[in-house]
């Protein structure tokens, strides 16, 4: 079946712009995660879904950043007010959401994000 | 401190032969799960491979396995018979039982030569 997805692949904007970054996970995945990764470094953990609601969005840095998911399926990362500290690949993972450290997630192609 | 921690920012070997990439982690749960991922230059990240820590035995999954010392807190990955394509960044992570997140190392980019 097909993986999951995201859109666009890459995006390019001003300082203080506002910007949608999606994410359509694998069918009949319950679980879905947001990281973002910067140059060099590994994936750092946004928000996490389990359904349509976040069950944990410790991750996320400030309260510029949000995200829903609002029929269990497909999620929008939203960014207020663009910075360019905010510029790196936006990753977005999927997963049964059974219980227990087992659950394997599997990850998009990420948004590549710039901001000028 | 540092949940995962890879020491090699940089592997090379030659095509055929077998590599280790180090990985170490630091938990005091008893119930966690340790995941390997290939990130190539298109930048997704692909599963490799699973290892949990009440398995009894090491984890394989075709040319890649896992060394796991539990007491020793190490989960290096081995690739045997090395292929060109295996050029990428390799990440180590960890999911501690009751968080649904992983925990990434910054990675070891393995480069394969003819």
């Known amino acids: 079946g097909a993986g999951v997805s995201q859109t666009p692949s890459n995006k390019v904007t001003e300082k203080g712009k506002y910007v949608e970054l999606r994410c359509d996970p694998i069918?009949?995945?319950?679980?879905l995660y947001w990281y973002r990764q910067s140059l060099g470094q590994g994936p750092e953990f946004l928000i996490y879904?389990?359904?349509?609601?976040?069950?944990?969005d410790s991750g996320l840095p400030n309260d510029r950043f949000f995200a829903v998911r609002p029929e269990g399926s497909v999620s929008t990362l939203k960014i207020q007010r663009t910075e360019r500290g905010d510029s790196a690949v936006y990753l977005c993972?999927?997963?049964?959401?059974?219980?227990?450290?087992?659950?394997?997630?599997?990850f998009g192609p990420g948004t590549r994000l710039t901001v000028l | 401190a540092q949940k995962i921690t890879q020491t090699q920012p940089g592997m090379f070997v030659q095509e055929k032969e077998a590599v280790t990439l180090d990985c170490t982690y630091d938990?005091?749960?008893?119930?966690?799960?340790l995941f390997w991922y290939k990130q190539p230059s298109s930048g997704e990240m692909i599963f490799l491979i699973y290892?949990?820590?009440?398995?009894?035995q090491n984890a394989t999954e075709g040319r890649y396995s896992l060394n796991f010392q539990k007491a020793r807190k190490s989960a290096n990955l081995v690739i045997s018979a090395s292929q060109l394509g295996d050029s990428a960044m390799y990440f180590c992570?960890?999911?501690?039982?009751?968080?649904?997140?992983?925990?990434f190392g910054k990675g070891t980019m393995l480069l394969v030569s003819p």
């Open positions: 993972a999927s997963s049964s959401g059974r219980q227990g450290a087992t659950d394997t997630q599997y």
């Open positions: 069918s009949g995945h319950t679980a």
């Open positions: 879904f389990q359904g349509t609601g976040a069950a944990d």
């Open positions: 938990t005091s749960d008893p119930s966690y799960g």
């Open positions: 290892q949990g820590s009440y398995d009894q």
């Open positions: 992570a960890m999911r501690e039982m009751g968080y649904s997140t992983l925990t």
